[in-house]
T-cell receptor, first 112, second 113 residues
Framework: GDSVTQMEGPVTLSEEAFLTINCTYT??????LFWYVQYPGEGLQLLLKATKADDKGSNKGFEATYRKETTSFHLEKGSVQVSDSAVYFCALIAGGSYIPTFGRGTSLIVHP | KAGVTQTPRYLIKTRGQQVTLSCSPI?????VSWYQQTPGQGLQFLFEYFSETQRNKGNFPGRFSGRQFSNSRSEMNVSTLELGDSALYLCASSLANTNNEQFFGPGTRLTVL
């Protein structure tokens, strides 16, 4: 079946450091890929998405590129802020499906 | 456009009781999904409703049930509560098309004592 694997957290960084959170997937067909963010005490919010190979999703300084050859969708940000501290979820929706498959989430902690 | 709303935000129940949680989707969204989130198991899919019918179902016991009304609002019910049901319950709505992203509510934090 479909699956999403994220790097284990927590990821701890200093402010202005470069961020990478790895995400790889297994799916049939051509899934759409998503990154969601969950701030403390809140639900998940869509951060960015990509719907086909080589697409780059971007939002709020975060970027991720749909790499079909490596089945990956790594999240990157050039300079993190304390306010980026949250849990990040990678997800996919396989072609023809209504329900996303989520990774386990990666906690990011940014220190001043 | 108003987001997904969930009520109540917090609940405390005792073992053996039952509970009903409510979710109002974004206007125009006809699909509503429910998830259970715990530190140990992560985010687990419960079920999805579309046009008042359960369209998809996760791997949860029959104590977990739901329904959707004609205005797309949804409720989920958990009967005979167990300690392990303590979790954040998230509702998400989306357009009816496949491959569409979901929009989440803030969740209901259920504590079972």
């Amino acid at each position: 079946g479909d699956s999403v694997t994220q790097m284990e957290g927590p990821v701890t960084l200093s402010e202005e450091a470069f961020l990478t959170i790895n995400c790889t997937y297994t799916a049939t067909g051509y899934p759409s890929l998503f990154w969601y963010v969950q701030y403390p005490g809140e639900g998940l919010q869509l951060l960015l998405k990509a719907t086909k190979a080589d697409d780059k999703g971007s939002n709020k300084g975060f970027e991720a590129t749909y790499r079909k050859e490596t089945t990956s969708f790594h999240l990157e940000k050039g300079s993190v802020q304390v306010s980026d501290s949250a849990v990040y979820f990678c997800a996919l929706i396989a072609g023809g499906s209504y329900i996303p498959t989520f990774g386990r989430g990666t906690s990011l902690i940014v220190h001043p | 456009k108003a987001g997904v709303t969930q009520t109540p935000r917090y609940l405390i129940k005792t073992r053996g009781q039952q509970v009903t949680l409510s979710c109002s989707p974004i206007s125009g969204h006809r699909s509503v999904s429910w998830y259970q989130q715990t530190p140990g198991q992560g985010l687990q899919f419960l079920f999805e409703y579309f046009s008042e019918t359960q369209r998809n179902k996760g791997n949860f016991p029959g104590r977990f049930s739901g329904r959707q009304f004609s205005n797309s609002r949804s409720e989920m019910n958990v009967s005979t509560l167990e300690l392990g049901d303590s979790a954040l319950y998230l509702c998400a709505s989306s357009l009816a098309n496949t491959n569409n992203e979901q929009f989440f509510g803030p969740g209901t934090r259920l504590t079972v004592l």
